[in-house]
């Protein structure tokens, strides 16, 4: 069974720095590419990474290039994303997805950038 | 980038009725549409991938068509656990984007 398990989110303050990590099993991890989604309070849909099976290629959508780098260590099945010059819009849900049609999902982690 | 717009944002049906989304995409993305689930507390689900795929697992109620620009998203029969959020997904180029949204609620 695929499970993807999201850990590290919490209350940050605006400009604040944050790292969140996404534990994958029940399929072969290196194999396949990586995502982050997040959603916002107003249950708005957006894609905020992607990472290569491999690792080394990474896309991200103008709203947080610069400012998020996706990560992942495939001896230990996980899935990374720094998050830095943090904003209130930054407030979402974050998920980590499998392969690019987003066939998986973990749980979640929530992140709530406030002062 | 790719702006897809979803309708309609909220809809009530009876059981049994058909239910339809739309998604419109600014560019030509071929088959590249994906339809998620989403319930209350819960991640999207994937039900439908590109090319109209239906999941492994996914009831034969739900389908989808459409190529180019103009895709439609269709739950025959629906029943009350349908109750949820529908969103599309254009994953023929980055940024990946998705449609708004459609509330669906049973009478």
């Known amino acids: 069974e695929v499970q993807l398990v999201e850990s590290g989110g919490g209350l940050v303050k605006p400009g604040g720095s944050l790292k969140l990590s996404c534990a994958a099993s029940?399929?072969?991890?290196?194999?396949?590419?990586m995502s982050w989604v997040r959603q916002s309070p107003e249950k708005r849909l957006e894609w905020v990474a992607e990472?290569?099976?491999?690792?080394?290629?990474?896309y991200y959508p103008d709203t947080v290039t610069g400012r998020f780098t996706i990560s992942r260590d495939n001896a230990k099945n996980t899935l990374y994303l720094e998050m830095s010059s943090l904003r209130s819009e930054d407030t979402a849900m974050y998920y980590c997805?499998?392969?690019?049609?987003?066939?998986?999902w973990g749980q979640g982690t929530l992140v709530t950038v406030s002062a | 980038e790719t702006t897809v717009t979803q309708s309609p944002a909220s809809l009530s049906v009876a059981t049994g009725e058909k239910v339809t989304i739309r998604c419109i995409t600014s560019?030509?993305?071929?088959?590249?549409m994906n339809w998620y689930q989403q319930k209350p507390g819960e991640p999207p689900k994937l039900l439908i991938s590109?090319?109209?795929t239906l999941r492994p697992g996914v009831p034969s109620r739900f389908s989808s068509s459409g190529y180019g620009t103009d895709f439609v998203f269709t739950i025959e029969n629906t029943l009350s656990e349908d109750v949820a959020d529908y969103y599309c997904?254009?994953?023929?180029?980055?940024?990946?984007?998705f449609g708004g949204g459609t509330k669906l609620e049973i009478k």
């Open positions: 590109e090319g109209n």
């Open positions: 990472i290569s099976s491999g690792g080394s290629y990474t």
């Open positions: 997904l254009q994953s023929d180029n980055m940024p990946y984007t």
């Open positions: 029940g399929f072969t991890f290196s194999s396949y590419a």
């Open positions: 997805a499998r392969d690019r049609s987003f066939a998986y």
């Open positions: 560019t030509d993305i071929d088959d590249d």
